[in-house]
């Protein structure tokens, strides 16, 4: 089921940060940037520049600077500094990472050194979102990039069967510790374990996630300009705009967790 891999990476990385995960994972996002959701896919059409004619300027950014992490709720376990074996081959030396992952298809997502870029004025793009709406110049599935969250470095991983046990340690700078092993400035070195199913090692200045503004529509009141959230609120249409993988309706799509589980099980039946 390897065409369900960018739906588990994108619905477990959204549902515990709240942004959009970029995928690929290395794939670049901007500020203005319109387009539409294939199967959880940002399908690029154009800017709001180059559609619309609508300017707008970056909000200032504070210095601040942020980590994201998400485990799958819980679902990958980090061990620092450990001395457990990886499948009773390589042992974690001082200062590397030992990752489990309990379930198939598990996701470790981290990102350090993050700012996050918004449009100044929001309030004036939207009001021509919605003149454009009204029009028929702007389509109900149509989105624009609202938000961009910029990272420093960046590391993601997926497991391809339960219980997978990963190794890992910093290429060039073995003195960091902690989670910061996991977004280390000098690179991350694969040291042995299982293979991952996605695997990116701390690369750098990347966009790994985002947020996006669509138009809401709205059965008893005027359509409204906002973020599209994952839950339908109580009057909206039964159309909504947003594809399954945003929203989190997979409808006669879906699968399950447990769908991998028995993958597994098969396969260790086959090899047993």
């Not at 940002?42 to 800017?47: A, Q, S």
């Not at 990472?97 to 996701?107: D, G, I, K, P, Y």
């Not at 449009?119 to 624009?144: C, F, K, N, Y």
């Not at 374990?193 to 750098?204: F, P």
Request: one cysteine or more.
């Amino acid at each position: 089921m390897a065409r369900a891999r960018h739906r588990q990476y994108i619905r477990k990385v959204r549902a515990d940060l709240g942004m959009e995960p970029a995928w690929p994972p290395a794939s670049h996002r901007r500020l203005g940037d319109v387009g539409v959701f294939r199967k959880g896919h940002f399908e690029r059409k154009g800017t709001l520049e180059s559609l619309y004619g609508i300017g707008f300027a970056p909000r200032p950014i504070p210095h601040n600077r942020a980590s994201y992490h998400s485990d799958s709720t819980g679902n990958v376990q980090v061990h620092l500094d450990t001395g457990l074996g990886v499948d009773a081959g390589p042992v974690a030396a001082d200062g590397s990472v030992l990752l489990e992952f309990a379930r198939a298809r598990s996701v470790l997502f981290h990102a350090t050194g993050c700012r996050t870029e918004e449009i100044e004025g929001i309030e004036t793009v939207e009001s021509r979102m919605l003149d454009l709406h009204r029009a028929g110049g702007w389509p109900d599935d149509q989105v624009v990039i609202t938000e961009v969250t910029h990272a420093a470095f960046t590391t993601v991983l997926m497991s391809r069967r339960r219980r997978d046990r990963i190794a890992l340690r910093a290429a060039a700078d073995p003195g960091v510790t902690g989670l910061d092993m996991l977004a280390a400035s000098g690179g991350l070195q694969w040291a042995g374990g299982s293979t991952a199913g996605i695997q990116l090692l701390s690369e750098g200045d990347l966009t790994p996630l985002y947020r996006v503004r669509g138009v809401i529509p709205h059965w008893f009141k005027e359509a409204e300009a906002g973020f599209l959230g994952g839950t339908k609120d109580e009057d909206a249409v039964e159309k909504w705009v947003v594809d399954e993988v945003s929203s989190e309706s997979f409808e006669d799509e879906d699968f399950e967790e447990d769908d991998f589980e028995d993958e597994d099980e098969e396969e260790d039946a086959d090899g047993a």
